[in-house]
């Protein structure tokens, strides 16, 4: 089975610090996904990756940034968090190979006071 | 642009009754489609997908025919569970997409009674 793990399940931050959310998974796929999810908008892509150091902005990139060094690792920064930042972060990876579905971790529910 | 739209919940059913959630989405070409299903405190999971017209995916009882002539996907179960709710989304991966993004419908929440 697959396996997308997120570092953490629940986060608590300060406006203004600098937050880093960090995801694994341990299926060598090529492509990984950040998505933040809130009520009655679904999920939004905010940035994906194809490969190590290869990235694109989705539909909400703004006040994000990421970073791929590895393959298995992808991380999503805050660089300045805001309070419209609290949300649930979900991270999820793909294979490249056939019409495969994406795979999710449990996400992280960041709060932002 | 690619879109999703789902029937808003929240659904309340009672054990057994029949469930459809309807999603209709607008893309050019042959998506493929996906429903998804996260339980409370949870991740999202894949129920079910199909990558061409007519394909029916199935899962746990729920079932899904890609129409493409009415571009939906609607999903359905013949007798709900307790433990089937949950909140449902329905995705499309556009064609030809770099690396398989998917765009996302808004979520139904759906809660059976026993």
């Known amino acids: 089975d697959v396996k997308v793990t997120q570092s953490s399940r629940y986060l608590v931050k300060r406006t203004g610090e600098k937050v880093f959310l960090e995801c694994v998974q341990d299926?060598?796929?090529?492509?990984m996904f950040w998505y933040r999810q809130d009520p009655g908008l679904g999920l939004r892509l905010i940035y994906f990756s194809y490969d190590v150091k290869m990235k694109e902005k989705g539909d909400i990139p703004e006040g994000y940034s990421v970073s791929r060094e590895k393959k298995e690792r992808f991380s999503l920064i805050l660089e300045s968090a805001s309070t419209n930042q609290t949300s649930m972060y979900l991270c999820a990876s793909r294979t490249d190979r056939g019409n495969q579905p994406q795979h999710f971790g449990d996400g992280t529910r960041l709060s932002i006071l | 642009g690619d879109s999703v739209t789902q029937m808003e919940g929240p659904v309340t059913l009672s054990e057994e009754a029949f469930l459809t959630i309807n999603c209709t989405y607008t893309a050019t070409g042959y998506p493929s489609l996906f429903w998804y299903v996260q339980y409370p405190g949870e991740g999202l999971q894949l129920l079910l997908k199909a990558t061409k017209a007519d394909d029916k995916g199935s899962n746990k009882g729920f079932e899904a025919t890609y129409r493409k002539e009415t571009t939906s996907f609607h999903l359905e179960k013949g007798s709900v569970q307790v433990s089937d709710s949950a909140v449902y989304f329905c995705?499309?991966?556009?064609?030809?997409?770099?690396?398989?993004?998917?765009?996302f419908g808004q979520g139904t929440e759906l809660s059976v009674k026993p």
């Open positions: 299926m060598d796929h090529e492509n």
């Open positions: 995705a499309l991966s556009p064609e030809a997409t770099a690396g398989g993004k998917l765009i």
